[in-house]
């Protein structure tokens, strides 16, 4: 039982590539969440989804896309990369009447 | 809006003492908070939770208090130890913002 598992944990990208941050969890749990977390700065929500093909906007969406085809995995989408979405991001899951949440071990990511 | 943030941004003590970080609120809907404790590299890690109809709660060296009127938590850790060294977060349940956090540094 891994819990929730990030890829990749390192990715240096530049400006206007693409890329693909996966999140995967094996807890069966309906809601899964994305933030992102600059230095010295408190988690920001992205997206989150509160179960298969049901996805909404979190604080900060711009610039981010995500889907939800399946229970385990919430797929974190940049189209065109830029030097502000350099940060920590961190994947997370809840059951359903719970509000604790599980996160991951996050994907450090640098836009150069 | 929701506003949740804390009094102070760094707090270092001693090993063995007991510390105390705080947290203060907006919004009086909330029903529902949590601690959350943030290693260096890793992800956020739940504590301990409180409902808003409690005013105290005890876990395994951690205590939360509640004051509703003041609109303000805090966690108060017993005996310190280096392992506790990290950013401590409050976050409403029912929401999903984090505040800056507190950065907790024990003195050996």
């Known amino acids: 039982n891994a819990g929730v598992t990030q890829t990749p944990k390192f990715r240096i990208l530049k400006i206007g590539q693409s890329m693909t941050l996966q999140c995967t969890q094996d807890m069966n749990h309906n809601y899964m969440y994305w933030y992102r977390q600059d230095p010295g700065m408190g988690l920001k929500l992205i997206y989150y989804s509160v179960g298969a093909g049901i996805t909404d906007k979190g604080e900060v969406p711009n610039g981010y896309n995500v889907s939800r085809s399946t229970t385990e995995d919430f797929p974190l989408r940049l189209e065109l990369a830029a030097p502000s979405q350099t940060s920590v991001y961190f994947c997370a899951i809840r059951r359903s009447g719970s509000y604790e949440q599980y996160f991951g071990p996050g994907t450090r990511l640098t836009v150069t | 809006g929701e506003s949740v943030g804390l009094h102070l941004p760094t707090l270092s003590v001693q090993e063995g003492d007991n510390s105390i970080i705080n947290c203060a609120y907006s919004?009086?809907?909330?029903?529902?908070f949590i601690w959350y404790k943030q290693e260096s590299g890793k992800g956020p890690q739940f504590i301990i939770d409180?409902?808003?109809?409690?005013d105290k709660r005890q876990g395994q060296r951690v205590t939360v208090l509640l004051n509703k009127t003041v609109k303000h938590l805090s966690l108060q850790i017993a005996a310190t130890q280096p392992g506790d060294s990290a950013v401590y977060f409050c976050?409403?349940?029912?929401?999903?913002?984090f505040g800056t956090g507190t950065r907790l540094t024990i003195i050996p």
């Open positions: 976050a409403p349940g029912e929401k999903l913002t």
């Open positions: 919004n009086s809907a909330s029903d529902y």
């Open positions: 409180i409902r808003s109809n409690m």
